[in-house]
């Protein structure tokens, strides 16, 4: 039987939160000491309690890996620096300009969908009904081929089952021309 999913949410029950915390650490903790000892990994874990008790485990010293996520933070921080220098603001002018576009986009299809029409100037509407007219114009050039695609397999298939229909009538003429002929005694 599995698990049930769990709510994301505190358990305002204090005795069943301690109890959660505890497993829940232990649990960590085991997971920290297996990563670190399977993958040879430099681990340090860091909990404190709601009540403000420190737990931790580390795989080496707590102090030298603390020390090593400092400066590889810093020297992220600092190479990642010059690049936000000049990207902030032409992401930004990226965002803007496809944010624009999504919005035209969604006018656009309002409009084709014969909302909010009331907006448009005429040479707007004038623009909007000549488009329709080219898409209704493919829509049904689209249709049109398809009909004739179908009508085709239909004319084939009723070709098909025609010519079966006759062989089969023509089978059962020669059957029962032979069945009579054996009765008159003629070969």
Do not use: W
């Amino acid at each position: 039987m599995g698990r049930g999913k769990v709510v994301m949410e505190r358990i305002e029950n204090k005795i069943s939160r301690q109890v959660t915390f505890s497993k829940r650490k232990s649990g960590l903790l085991k997971k920290a000491f297996e990563l670190s000892v399977l993958c040879d990994a430099e681990v340090a874990l860091i909990i404190f309690s709601g009540r403000g008790k420190l737990y931790q485990y580390s795989s080496t010293d707590t102090n030298k890996i603390i020390e090593k996520y400092r400066q590889c933070c810093y020297n992220k921080l600092r190479s990642g620096a010059d690049l936000l220098e000049h990207q902030p603001q032409s992401q930004y002018q990226e965002f803007l300009r496809l944010k624009a576009a999504y919005e035209s986009l969604e006018r656009t299809q309002r409009h084709c969908e014969g909302e909010e029409l009331d907006s448009l100037s005429f040479e707007e509407l004038l623009r909007l009904e000549k488009q329709l007219d080219r898409t209704t114009t493919l829509a049904r050039q689209q249709h049109m081929k398809k009909l004739i695609a179908r009508t085709s397999e239909l004319r084939e298939k009723g070709r098909d089952e025609l010519s079966n229909l006759i062989s089969n009538c023509s089978n059962h003429i020669r059957l029962r021309d032979s069945q009579i002929n054996q009765y008159l005694g003629q070969p």
